[in-house]
């Protein structure tokens, strides 16, 4: 009766770690107009591809957002949501999964986020609105 209890104990721990390690394999494919350095966002529903970088000379943000498919949902100038300066590089560590993740913004694993300037105003609204409903200070936070 123990070794049997033993077997099923194995049995489910191996296909837990198998469903754990399909379901992280289930990035899709990166379109080839996207950049190879682009980190894949899981969303909801569907999942987008951003990338940023920084550029010392204006000292500004510049990141591109794309969905899916590769069609460029964003290319331009980000703005910090917290009003600050912008990110240099070494803090422009995407995060891929986090409860506050959208299309429309990157966050940041430091905690920033940054929003397309053409939008700046209308996306903040909509993250005030996001963190005042979900009242955790660490929503950007990775998933782990």
Known sequence: ??????ELTAFLGIMTLTSILWLEGCMPS??????????????ADVGWWQRCSY????????????N??????????????????AAKEDELKI??????????YVCLENGRILIPKSD????????DWRLSRHG???IIQPHK
């Open 1 to 6: 009766m123990a070794n049997q209890r033993y």
């Open 30 to 43: 990166r379109p080839s107009n996207v950049p190879a350095d682009s980190v894949y966002i899981v969303g």
């Open 55 to 66: 550029d010392p000379k204006e000292d500004v943000d510049y990141c591109q957002i794309y």
């Open 68 to 85: 899916l498919g590769g069609r460029v949902l964003f290319d331009e100038v980000f703005l910090p949501y917290d009003g600050g300066k």
């Open 95 to 104: 995060v891929s999964r986090s409860n506050l993740t959208g299309p429309y």
């Open 120 to 127: 700046f105003e209308n996306q903040k609204r909509f993250i």
């Open 136 to 138: 955790d200070p660490h």
